[in-house]
């Protein structure tokens, strides 16, 4: 056992029980959306999770402990602390673990800790990728490499263009990572259901995901899975208000001279400041309809 790993009572005995259990990230609590809509869908994608029979462990980093399962006040603290709490990326937890301080945690960083507490499936909205213009910036996500290297599915509803998406799949297809389109043959764009790209395989079944995933854990795969969830018809966005919404806040971000850790949480923070709300409503609904599937699929692969 990790000595570094705090796993809370409800989720070890779920997973001794072979009970499903599903992680959830908390940089989406802190740098993903504002306070307090953030701690009430924190709550709220908890309680989906339940009514879909799963266990929630939401992840971070709380006072150095590196944490599978967070108490309604620990998620309360992360969401109103906000931006005050580091985004925590795999090359932060040492400092942060050394140092006894807080951190949130990405994509990258709660599939490495659902992966120390033997969590398998794990919820969020959207994960980060190749950035437009890493062709000079170089800005890569480290969730690209994490997908590479740990084996743990991830549900999202895409990733939304403010990456270079077909740029990304790419990244995705040398590192040897299925990406699964759910019900679609399309890559899904976060706020609205389709990119123009391709996804590797349609599933249309839990019980088809958790066969794929099966099969590349028992080949001894050593990366994960991404499986790319489009938003419900009805929560979906205007393909042309969000697109000049995200130009803006790329263009201010050039302006501002935004880089490194700091670009996707200004990136988000100003879409939904240009949006008015609008894509804070979007996001809520793909988050909670991505922590059903992946109830169901973790409940198909007990
Ligand atoms: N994209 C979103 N919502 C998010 C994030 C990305 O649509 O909340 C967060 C996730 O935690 C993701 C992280 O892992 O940002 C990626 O940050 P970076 O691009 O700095 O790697
Ligand atoms: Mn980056």
Redesign the pocket.
Known sequence: MNAYLDISPEVREALAAGKPVVAL?S??IS??MPYPKNVETALLVEQTIRENGAVPATIAIIGGRLKAGLSASEIEYLGKAGRGVA?A?RRDLPALVARGADG?????T?MMIAHMAGIRIFA??????V?RGAETSM?I???LEELAQTPVMVVCAG??S??DLGLTLEYLETKGVPVIGYGTEELPA?YTRKSGFSVDYRVDSPEELAAMFKAQREMGYRGGMLVTNPIPEEYAMDKAVIDAAIEQALKEATEQGVH??E???FL?SRVVELTGGDSLKS?IQLVLNNARLAAKTAAALQ
Not at 124 to 129: A, D, K, R
């Open positions: 990230e940089t989406i740098h993903g985004k990326s949130a945690t990405t994509v990258t709660t969020t909205g959207g994960i980060g990728g950035h800005d996500s480290a969730d990733a939304k403010i990456l976060f490194g850790k670009t996707t949480p988000l996001n």
